[in-house]
């Protein structure tokens, strides 16, 4: 009598002996703590929490440039073609601004960077208050652009540094989630403040809330800069430790 292999048998004894061993990936121990932490990891970070509320009231602010601003314009006699001109410029200095501002603020402190921005933002509109032809407009359009330009690439920079490395797609996810919520709360707080309050107080209420960010951002910088450099110093420190990525 002959014996026939069973197929089955030799599929499986094929697959164990080809089948390519888990990927690896070398981290600190810091890194493996951390890899396996969901986002309620970041939610309790009450230093990157705070900064990313203090992200999210400058950014109510800043949502009134598309949404109240033009109404305001207009009320004053100016026409679409001019809000259309300020929205150029806008443009303009934030594609030059990229030239140069990076630079500008490399190495600086990222709370005095941030408060900076904030300040300018303040200023921009609050000064729309008082606003009334267009080049008057402009020249507000000019210092919000201004802290427009210093603002994001500094927070970008400043919410990466406090955190895990490989925890920084999760702190990025949470931070975006923040800045959503202001360009959806943004819009429709502006449009009762402006229809219940008038103009020049949801202008001024725009300087209020950015000299609040200011203080906000000056207090916690020297946390947010401690948190830094105990994170570098821990995670340069710590043993490295192979982890399993997956098969």
Not at 87 to 113: E, S, T
Not at 145 to 155: D, N, Q, R, S, Y
């Amino acid at each position: 009598m002959v014996r026939t292999k069973s197929p089955v048998s030799w599929v499986a004894v094929t697959s164990a002996v080809v089948a390519p061993p888990p990927a690896v990936m070398v981290v600190s121990a810091i890194g493996a703590a951390v890899l396996n932490r969901g986002l309620g990891a970041v939610f309790r970070d009450r230093t990157f929490i705070f900064l990313a509320f203090l992200n999210f009231v400058l950014l109510l602010v800043a949502s009134q440039n598309a949404t109240t601003l033009p109404i305001a314009m207009t009320a004053d006699g100016n026409g679409p073609a001019v809000y259309g001109w300020m929205i150029v410029l806008n443009g303009v200095l934030l594609l030059g601004g990229q030239l140069f501002v990076p630079k500008m603020i490399a190495g600086r402190p990222d709370a005095h960077v941030l408060a900076l921005a904030a300040a300018l933002a303040g200023v921009g509109f609050g000064l729309n208050a008082f606003a009334d032809g267009a080049w008057f407009y402009a020249l507000t359009v000019v210092i919000w652009t201004l802290g427009e330009m210093v603002h994001f690439p500094a927070t970008s920079t400043t919410v990466a540094s406090p955190a895990p490395v490989l925890m920084r797609g999760r702190y990025q996810a949470v931070l975006s989630l923040f800045i959503s919520a202001a360009w959806a709360v943004g819009p429709v707080t502006g449009g009762f403040v402006q229809g219940g309050l008038g103009t020049a107080v949801l202008w001024l209420g725009c300087g209020g809330l950015c000299a609040l960010v200011v203080v906000g951002q000056l207090a916690a910088g020297p946390s947010r800069q401690r948190r830094i450099e105990e994170l570098r110093l821990a995670e340069a420190e710590a043993p490295e430790v192979p982890v399993a990525t997956g098969s």
